[in-house]
Protein backbone atom coordinates (compact mmCIF):
# COMPACT_ATOMS: atom_id res chain seq x y z
CA UNK A 1 0.00 0.00 0.00
CA UNK A 2 1.02 3.30 -0.66
CA UNK A 3 2.52 5.25 2.18
CA UNK A 4 0.08 8.41 2.85
CA UNK A 5 2.34 11.56 2.71
CA UNK A 6 1.22 14.72 4.33
CA UNK A 7 3.13 17.37 2.66
CA UNK A 8 4.56 19.62 4.82
CA UNK A 9 2.86 22.61 2.91
CA UNK A 10 -0.40 21.01 3.08
CA UNK A 11 0.23 20.54 6.99
CA UNK A 12 1.07 24.29 7.43
CA UNK A 13 -1.78 25.29 5.31
CA UNK A 14 -3.99 22.85 7.54
CA UNK A 15 -2.86 24.21 10.73
CA UNK A 16 -2.50 28.19 9.36
CA UNK A 17 -6.54 27.32 8.25
CA UNK A 18 -7.05 26.29 11.44
CA UNK A 19 -5.60 29.01 13.64
CA UNK A 20 -6.98 31.75 11.36
CA UNK A 21 -10.72 30.58 11.60
CA UNK A 22 -10.37 30.17 15.32
CA UNK A 23 -8.82 33.78 15.81
CA UNK A 24 -11.21 35.76 13.53
CA UNK A 25 -14.09 33.88 15.80
CA UNK A 26 -12.36 34.70 18.95
CA UNK A 27 -12.06 38.19 17.90
CA UNK A 28 -15.72 38.34 16.82
CA UNK A 29 -17.21 36.29 19.77
CA UNK A 30 -14.70 37.32 22.09
CA UNK A 31 -15.16 33.78 23.63
CA UNK A 32 -13.25 30.74 22.80
CA UNK A 33 -14.35 29.12 19.99
CA UNK A 34 -16.58 25.89 20.40
CA UNK A 35 -15.62 22.93 17.73
CA UNK A 36 -16.74 19.37 18.56
CA UNK A 37 -14.74 16.78 20.03
CA UNK A 38 -15.48 14.76 16.82
CA UNK A 39 -13.64 17.75 14.67
CA UNK A 40 -10.14 17.51 16.53
CA UNK A 41 -10.63 13.69 16.11
CA UNK A 42 -10.79 13.94 12.33
CA UNK A 43 -8.32 16.74 12.00
CA UNK A 44 -6.07 14.40 14.52
CA UNK A 45 -6.55 11.67 11.82
CA UNK A 46 -5.82 13.59 9.30
CA UNK A 47 -2.30 15.09 10.96
CA UNK A 48 -1.42 11.88 11.72
CA UNK A 49 -1.83 10.83 8.08
CA UNK A 50 -4.86 8.54 8.24
CA UNK A 51 -6.89 10.38 5.83
CA UNK A 52 -9.33 7.49 5.52
CA UNK A 53 -10.09 7.48 9.44
CA UNK A 54 -10.34 11.54 8.82
CA UNK A 55 -13.08 10.59 6.36
CA UNK A 56 -15.15 8.79 7.96
CA UNK A 57 -15.51 11.25 11.13
CA UNK A 58 -15.82 14.39 8.61
CA UNK A 59 -18.24 12.71 6.55
CA UNK A 60 -20.12 11.78 10.17
CA UNK A 61 -19.53 15.41 11.59
CA UNK A 62 -22.75 16.91 12.70
CA UNK A 63 -22.05 20.38 11.92
CA UNK A 64 -19.97 22.23 9.25
CA UNK A 65 -19.98 25.84 9.48
CA UNK A 66 -17.52 28.20 7.70
CA UNK A 67 -14.36 27.47 10.24
CA UNK A 68 -14.84 24.25 9.55
CA UNK A 69 -15.67 23.79 5.61
CA UNK A 70 -11.43 24.58 4.77
CA UNK A 71 -10.60 21.06 6.36
CA UNK A 72 -12.93 19.40 4.42
CA UNK A 73 -11.39 21.18 0.73
CA UNK A 74 -8.06 20.43 1.98
CA UNK A 75 -9.02 16.75 2.48
CA UNK A 76 -10.92 16.68 -0.68
CA UNK A 77 -7.94 18.10 -2.36
CA UNK A 78 -5.65 15.82 -0.81
CA UNK A 79 -7.30 12.68 -2.26
CA UNK A 80 -8.01 14.25 -5.84
CA UNK A 81 -4.03 15.03 -5.77
CA UNK A 82 -3.62 11.08 -4.82
CA UNK A 83 -5.33 10.31 -7.23
CA UNK A 84 -8.45 9.12 -4.93
CA UNK A 85 -11.33 10.65 -6.82
CA UNK A 86 -13.82 8.87 -5.58
CA UNK A 87 -13.06 9.96 -2.24
CA UNK A 88 -12.62 13.22 -3.02
CA UNK A 89 -15.81 13.55 -4.69
CA UNK A 90 -17.78 12.18 -1.46
CA UNK A 91 -15.97 15.04 0.84
CA UNK A 92 -17.20 17.29 -1.43
CA UNK A 93 -20.94 16.11 -2.00
CA UNK A 94 -21.34 15.54 1.71
CA UNK A 95 -20.54 19.31 1.96
CA UNK A 96 -23.01 20.50 -0.41
CA UNK A 97 -25.75 18.58 1.20
CA UNK A 98 -25.21 20.52 4.35
CA UNK A 99 -27.88 22.83 4.87
CA UNK A 100 -26.23 25.05 6.93
CA UNK A 101 -23.57 25.93 4.80
CA UNK A 102 -23.49 29.44 3.32
CA UNK A 103 -24.12 30.67 -0.54
CA UNK A 104 -20.15 31.32 -0.65
CA UNK A 105 -19.07 28.00 0.99
CA UNK A 106 -21.63 26.19 -1.15
CA UNK A 107 -20.07 27.71 -4.41
CA UNK A 108 -16.92 26.97 -3.17
CA UNK A 109 -17.75 22.72 -2.40
CA UNK A 110 -19.60 23.10 -5.97
CA UNK A 111 -16.35 24.40 -7.49
CA UNK A 112 -14.31 21.44 -5.74
CA UNK A 113 -16.79 18.59 -7.14
CA UNK A 114 -16.05 20.94 -10.76
CA UNK A 115 -12.56 19.92 -10.15
CA UNK A 116 -13.12 16.17 -9.16
CA UNK A 117 -15.07 15.49 -12.00
CA UNK A 118 -12.66 17.32 -14.17
CA UNK A 119 -9.85 15.38 -13.10
CA UNK A 120 -12.00 12.16 -13.72
CA UNK A 121 -12.06 13.35 -17.01
CA UNK A 122 -16.37 13.78 -16.63
CA UNK A 123 -16.32 17.20 -18.72
CA UNK A 124 -19.92 17.48 -18.71
CA UNK A 125 -20.54 16.76 -15.45
CA UNK A 126 -18.03 19.46 -14.63
CA UNK A 127 -19.20 21.89 -17.46
CA UNK A 128 -22.74 21.68 -15.42
CA UNK A 129 -21.03 22.24 -12.09
CA UNK A 130 -19.73 25.58 -13.28
CA UNK A 131 -21.96 26.63 -15.22
CA UNK A 132 -24.39 26.61 -11.39
CA UNK A 133 -21.60 28.27 -9.80
CA UNK A 134 -21.20 30.76 -12.41
CA UNK A 135 -24.68 32.20 -12.34
CA UNK A 136 -24.90 31.86 -8.86
CA UNK A 137 -23.42 35.54 -8.22
CA UNK A 138 -20.22 33.64 -5.36
CA UNK A 139 -16.92 32.93 -7.11
CA UNK A 140 -18.50 33.51 -10.67
CA UNK A 141 -14.76 33.93 -11.75
CA UNK A 142 -13.30 30.30 -10.63
CA UNK A 143 -16.65 29.14 -12.45
CA UNK A 144 -15.58 30.87 -15.31
CA UNK A 145 -12.15 29.87 -15.41
CA UNK A 146 -13.00 25.98 -14.87
CA UNK A 147 -15.38 26.53 -17.93
CA UNK A 148 -12.78 28.18 -19.93
CA UNK A 149 -10.55 25.01 -18.78
CA UNK A 150 -13.58 22.78 -20.21
CA UNK A 151 -13.60 24.57 -23.73
CA UNK A 152 -10.45 24.55 -24.71
CA UNK A 153 -10.47 20.83 -23.98
CA UNK A 154 -13.58 20.06 -25.76
CA UNK A 155 -11.97 22.52 -28.92
CA UNK A 156 -14.82 24.82 -28.73
CA UNK A 157 -13.28 27.67 -29.66
CA UNK A 158 -16.48 30.01 -30.41
CA UNK A 159 -17.31 29.40 -26.61
CA UNK A 160 -13.80 29.88 -25.17
CA UNK A 161 -13.58 33.08 -27.19
CA UNK A 162 -16.96 34.43 -25.70
CA UNK A 163 -15.43 33.21 -22.38
CA UNK A 164 -12.06 34.55 -22.12
CA UNK A 165 -13.47 37.60 -23.39
CA UNK A 166 -15.75 37.91 -20.55
CA UNK A 167 -12.90 37.19 -18.18
CA UNK A 168 -10.98 40.31 -19.98
CA UNK A 169 -14.25 42.38 -19.12
CA UNK A 170 -14.28 40.95 -15.10
CA UNK A 171 -10.55 40.45 -14.25
CA UNK A 172 -7.41 42.36 -14.15
CA UNK A 173 -6.25 39.39 -16.05
CA UNK A 174 -5.51 39.89 -20.22
CA UNK A 175 -6.74 36.83 -22.14
CA UNK A 176 -6.32 38.54 -25.62
CA UNK A 177 -3.08 36.24 -25.89
CA UNK A 178 -4.99 33.74 -25.24
CA UNK A 179 -8.34 34.69 -27.14
CA UNK A 180 -6.19 35.23 -30.32
CA UNK A 181 -5.14 31.93 -29.95
CA UNK A 182 -8.30 30.46 -30.28
CA UNK A 183 -9.06 32.45 -33.14
CA UNK A 184 -6.03 30.73 -34.79
CA UNK A 185 -7.91 27.52 -33.51
CA UNK A 186 -10.92 28.55 -35.87
CA UNK A 187 -8.54 29.43 -38.82
CA UNK A 188 -7.29 25.94 -38.24
CA UNK A 189 -10.14 24.41 -38.86
CA UNK A 190 -11.20 25.90 -41.34
CA UNK A 191 -8.30 25.82 -43.52
CA UNK A 192 -8.24 21.84 -43.03
CA UNK A 193 -11.56 22.02 -44.25
CA UNK A 194 -10.15 24.09 -47.43
CA UNK A 195 -12.08 27.36 -46.56
CA UNK A 196 -9.47 29.23 -47.11
CA UNK A 197 -11.28 32.76 -46.99
CA UNK A 198 -13.25 31.92 -43.85
CA UNK A 199 -9.79 31.27 -42.44
CA UNK A 200 -8.55 34.57 -43.71
CA UNK A 201 -11.04 36.35 -42.04
CA UNK A 202 -10.34 34.27 -38.54
CA UNK A 203 -6.70 35.42 -38.51
CA UNK A 204 -7.89 39.01 -39.25
CA UNK A 205 -10.46 38.96 -35.82
CA UNK A 206 -7.21 37.83 -33.87
CA UNK A 207 -4.64 40.01 -35.39
CA UNK A 208 -7.23 42.77 -33.98
CA UNK A 209 -7.39 40.45 -30.92
CA UNK A 210 -3.88 40.48 -30.60
CA UNK A 211 -1.85 42.99 -32.55
CA UNK A 212 2.08 41.34 -31.90
CA UNK A 213 0.97 37.61 -32.07
CA UNK A 214 3.54 35.61 -33.72
CA UNK A 215 1.34 33.22 -34.29
CA UNK A 216 -0.88 35.33 -36.67
CA UNK A 217 1.43 36.26 -38.83
CA UNK A 218 3.03 32.64 -39.27
CA UNK A 219 -0.50 31.33 -40.05
CA UNK A 220 -1.20 34.93 -42.19
CA UNK A 221 2.45 34.51 -44.46
CA UNK A 222 1.09 30.42 -44.62
CA UNK A 223 -2.18 31.66 -45.70
CA UNK A 224 -1.05 33.62 -48.49
CA UNK A 225 1.73 31.49 -49.77
CA UNK A 226 -0.77 28.59 -50.43
CA UNK A 227 -2.40 31.05 -52.60
CA UNK A 228 0.03 31.61 -54.22
CA UNK A 229 0.42 35.58 -52.92
CA UNK A 230 4.20 35.86 -52.29
CA UNK A 231 4.23 39.07 -51.83
CA UNK A 232 2.03 39.40 -48.99
CA UNK A 233 3.46 35.95 -47.69
CA UNK A 234 6.78 38.01 -47.64
CA UNK A 235 5.70 40.83 -45.43
CA UNK A 236 3.85 38.74 -42.83
CA UNK A 237 6.76 36.50 -42.20
CA UNK A 238 9.33 39.43 -42.26
CA UNK A 239 6.80 40.62 -39.25
CA UNK A 240 6.72 37.38 -37.58
CA UNK A 241 10.45 37.11 -37.74
CA UNK A 242 10.81 41.05 -36.34
CA UNK A 243 8.43 39.87 -33.82
CA UNK A 244 10.35 36.93 -32.56
CA UNK A 245 13.85 36.42 -34.14
CA UNK A 246 14.09 32.79 -32.73
CA UNK A 247 11.83 31.72 -35.62
CA UNK A 248 13.87 32.76 -37.76
CA UNK A 249 15.38 29.70 -38.40
CA UNK A 250 12.22 28.01 -39.52
CA UNK A 251 11.21 30.88 -41.53
CA UNK A 252 13.74 31.71 -43.50
CA UNK A 253 13.42 28.78 -45.94
CA UNK A 254 10.39 29.47 -46.69
CA UNK A 255 10.74 33.03 -47.49
CA UNK A 256 13.62 32.33 -49.87
CA UNK A 257 10.88 30.13 -51.60
CA UNK A 258 8.60 33.28 -51.73
CA UNK A 259 10.97 35.21 -53.19
CA UNK A 260 12.24 32.87 -55.39
CA UNK A 261 8.20 32.73 -57.20
CA UNK A 262 8.00 35.60 -58.64
CA UNK A 263 8.34 39.65 -58.67
CA UNK A 264 8.87 40.24 -55.10
CA UNK A 265 11.67 42.89 -55.64
CA UNK A 266 10.34 45.23 -53.48
CA UNK A 267 10.25 42.37 -50.77
CA UNK A 268 13.97 41.87 -51.12
CA UNK A 269 14.71 45.07 -49.55
CA UNK A 270 12.80 44.12 -46.41
CA UNK A 271 14.66 40.89 -46.37
CA UNK A 272 17.61 42.47 -46.47
CA UNK A 273 16.78 45.12 -43.62
CA UNK A 274 15.63 41.87 -41.70
CA UNK A 275 19.32 40.16 -42.33
CA UNK A 276 20.98 43.19 -40.96
CA UNK A 277 18.78 43.29 -37.85
CA UNK A 278 19.61 39.25 -37.22
CA UNK A 279 23.52 39.91 -37.87
CA UNK A 280 23.44 42.89 -35.49
CA UNK A 281 21.55 40.69 -32.96
CA UNK A 282 23.96 37.91 -33.45
CA UNK A 283 21.00 35.41 -34.33
CA UNK A 284 21.77 32.39 -36.44
CA UNK A 285 20.21 31.59 -39.97
CA UNK A 286 22.34 29.55 -42.91
CA UNK A 287 21.59 32.11 -45.72
CA UNK A 288 22.80 34.57 -43.97
CA UNK A 289 26.24 32.67 -44.30
CA UNK A 290 25.87 32.49 -47.13
CA UNK A 291 24.98 35.42 -48.10
CA UNK A 292 27.48 37.28 -46.35
CA UNK A 293 30.14 35.36 -47.78
CA UNK A 294 28.75 36.08 -51.55
CA UNK A 295 28.70 39.32 -50.84
CA UNK A 296 31.89 40.35 -48.44
CA UNK A 297 34.16 36.85 -48.56
CA UNK A 298 35.23 34.13 -46.39
CA UNK A 299 36.29 36.26 -43.32
CA UNK A 300 33.77 38.13 -43.27
CA UNK A 301 31.57 34.77 -43.22
CA UNK A 302 34.05 33.30 -40.64
CA UNK A 303 33.91 36.15 -38.60
CA UNK A 304 29.82 36.07 -38.59
CA UNK A 305 29.39 32.38 -37.27
CA UNK A 306 32.77 32.63 -34.79
CA UNK A 307 31.08 35.74 -33.22
CA UNK A 308 27.22 33.87 -32.53
CA UNK A 309 29.21 30.52 -31.96
CA UNK A 310 31.12 32.66 -28.80
CA UNK A 311 27.47 34.29 -27.30
CA UNK A 312 25.14 31.10 -27.74
CA UNK A 313 26.23 27.15 -28.52
CA UNK A 314 24.35 26.05 -31.97
CA UNK A 315 25.35 22.91 -33.56
CA UNK A 316 24.10 24.28 -37.14
CA UNK A 317 26.41 27.52 -36.92
CA UNK A 318 29.48 25.18 -35.48
CA UNK A 319 28.64 22.66 -38.50
CA UNK A 320 28.17 25.99 -41.27
CA UNK A 321 31.64 27.05 -39.96
CA UNK A 322 33.31 23.67 -40.28
CA UNK A 323 32.00 23.78 -44.29
CA UNK A 324 33.78 26.69 -44.67
CA UNK A 325 36.98 24.42 -44.41
CA UNK A 326 35.96 21.75 -46.95
CA UNK A 327 39.41 20.14 -47.63
CA UNK A 328 40.33 19.33 -44.45
CA UNK A 329 39.45 15.77 -43.50
CA UNK A 330 39.11 16.22 -39.65
CA UNK A 331 36.95 18.53 -41.05
CA UNK A 332 34.52 16.38 -42.43
CA UNK A 333 35.00 13.55 -39.08
CA UNK A 334 33.95 16.19 -36.79
CA UNK A 335 31.10 17.21 -38.99
CA UNK A 336 29.71 13.86 -38.86
CA UNK A 337 29.85 13.13 -35.34
CA UNK A 338 28.10 16.83 -34.77
CA UNK A 339 25.33 16.44 -37.27
CA UNK A 340 24.15 13.26 -35.41
CA UNK A 341 24.04 15.07 -32.39
CA UNK A 342 22.08 17.70 -33.96
CA UNK A 343 19.42 14.98 -35.52
CA UNK A 344 18.95 13.60 -31.87
CA UNK A 345 18.59 16.98 -30.69
CA UNK A 346 14.57 17.96 -29.96
CA UNK A 347 14.25 21.11 -32.28
CA UNK A 348 11.31 23.06 -29.52
CA UNK A 349 11.02 23.29 -26.53
CA UNK A 350 8.44 25.12 -24.19
CA UNK A 351 9.51 27.93 -22.39
CA UNK A 352 7.34 27.63 -19.37
CA UNK A 353 7.72 24.37 -18.72
CA UNK A 354 10.96 22.74 -20.24
CA UNK A 355 9.03 20.25 -22.13
CA UNK A 356 10.62 19.36 -25.64
CA UNK A 357 8.93 18.28 -28.64
CA UNK A 358 9.66 17.38 -32.45
CA UNK A 359 7.11 19.81 -33.83
CA UNK A 360 5.73 23.07 -33.71
CA UNK A 361 2.70 23.00 -31.07
CA UNK A 362 1.09 26.43 -29.96
CA UNK A 363 -0.61 24.82 -27.15
CA UNK A 364 1.98 23.18 -24.69
CA UNK A 365 0.73 19.45 -23.89
CA UNK A 366 2.56 19.14 -20.86
CA UNK A 367 1.57 22.96 -18.82
CA UNK A 368 -1.19 24.08 -21.12
CA UNK A 369 0.21 27.43 -22.12
CA UNK A 370 -0.44 28.92 -25.54
CA UNK A 371 2.42 30.15 -27.51
CA UNK A 372 5.30 29.50 -25.37
CA UNK A 373 6.82 26.87 -27.49
CA UNK A 374 9.74 28.33 -29.37
CA UNK A 375 12.59 26.98 -31.71
CA UNK A 376 15.65 25.74 -29.22
CA UNK A 377 19.17 26.96 -30.30
CA UNK A 378 20.15 24.03 -32.87
ZN1 LIG B 1 4.86 23.95 -21.31
Not at 20 to 31: D, P, S, T, Y
Not at 64 to 83: A, P
Not at 125 to 143: H, P, T
Amino acid sequence: MIEWLLPPVVLVALLAGWFAGRGALRREQNKPVRLSADYYRGLNYLLNEKPDQALDVFLRLVEVDHETVETHITLGKLFRKRGEIEKAIRVHQNLIARPTLSPSDRSLALLELGQDYLAAGVLDRAEGLFQQVSVSGNRQVEAMKGLLNIYVQEQEWSTAIDIASELNRLTKDDYSHQVAHFYCEQAREAINNQQLEKARQWLQRAQQVDGFSLRVNYMRAQLEQELGHYSQALGFYVRAVELDTRFAVDLLPEMEYCLEQGDTRRMRVHLDALFTRLRRDGVYVQPLTRKIREEEGLQAAKHYLENILEKQPSLEAFLDWLSLFPLAVESKLVSEQVQKFAAAQQPYHCEQCGYNSRRLQWHCPSCSSWGTIVPTPR
